[in-house]
């Protein structure tokens, strides 16, 4: 049987940590506990001690994708559970997450509806996220971003020197466990609005986003996106000859500016993929 630790990454919930820790002790008595305070202001400290909960504290904000890993070092259980403390994931949830891991697969992610999206514009990008994440990987992915997730403690300990200090952890641990041949499943599931104000801001964030495309890519097989376009480089590059040629009867300095941009794209492409292999090589 295996053991379990609950881990929430926390800033400043402590209002929704008063209602949401009772539910978790309830839905999960024998559970290990843990609550990574990330620099945060307000009364989630006091309220962990009213409620027995373990609470790991930081000076001050070092972000969620810290607050995870820290949390995941000091957890003793088999397997961990990562929620989010402001009230959106349901712990009843937990016991069907639990039933996937039993079943064989390494980890369980909760797979949002697009009615449990945080606005349109959120939603959109998910299903970008998702679209692409499928592409890439060749496996379907219902939920790329998910924060709710159920995993075995050895092996996402294997990835914890990858994991970002930001929010894009999921996008990364996902796709670990994918190039890792670890087995992923996706448990649909009900998001509840969020108590207090979400430290996501669309402007500061919109380059994370971004990187979040780029990242899919490198960290599960970057010739994925690399040979496209060295492709759309080399077919410019033809293009433009195929013109100039037809109308100047000449090569153009232009042309081989595309074709040379197509052959360092994909030498690029190709280093990269040799330094993904070795991120994912396990020693001893």
């Known amino acids: 049987m295996n053991t379990l630790s609950i881990i929430l990454p926390a800033k400043n919930e402590a209002a929704a940590l ?15 506990i843990i609550v990574v305070d990330d620099g945060s202001t307000d009364d989630t400290r006091t309220i962990c001690e009213k409620h027995g909960v373990q609470c790991l504290s930081s000076p001050y904000s070092m972000g969620n994708g810290a607050a995870i890993k820290r949390g995941a070092r000091a957890a003793k259980g088999d397997v961990l559970i990562f929620m989010d403390a402001d009230g959106q994931h349901d712990p009843d949830d937990v016991a069907r997450m639990l039933e996937k891991i039993e079943c064989g697969h390494d980890m369980a992610v909760g797979a949002r509806n697009w009615g449990s999206q945080a606005g349109v514009g959120r939603g959109l990008a998910n299903t970008f996220y998702n679209w ?3 592409r890439m990987t060749g496996h379907f992915v219902a939920d790329l971003t998910s924060g709710f997730r159920a995993v075995k403690a050895n092996q996402f300990r294997e990835f914890l020197h990858l994991l970002p200090n930001g ?3 999921p996008t990364t641990i996902t796709m670990a466990f994918f190039r890792s041949a670890y087995p992923v499943v996706y448990v649909p599931i009900k998001a509840a609005q969020r108590i207090g104000k979400s430290h996501i801001r669309p402007l500061r964030d919109g380059m994370r986003f971004l990187l979040i495309i780029f990242k899919i890519a490198t960290l599960y097989s970057p010739l994925k996106l690399f040979v496209p376009a060295s492709a759309v480089f080399f077919l410019l590059g033809s293009m433009n000859y195929a013109w100039t040629f037809t109308h100047y009867g000449r090569l153009t300095n232009m042309s081989t500016l595309m074709w040379s941009a197509s052959v360092i794209v994909f030498l690029i492409g190709l280093v990269s993929e040799q330094i993904t292999s070795l991120m994912y090589r396990r020693d001893g």
């Not at 209602?19 to 290990?32: D, I, V």
């Open 18 to 32: 008063k209602e949401l820790l009772p539910r978790l002790r309830l839905a999960q008595p024998s559970a290990e």
């Open 167 to 169: 929010f894009s952890y």
């Open 132 to 134: 692409l994440a499928t």
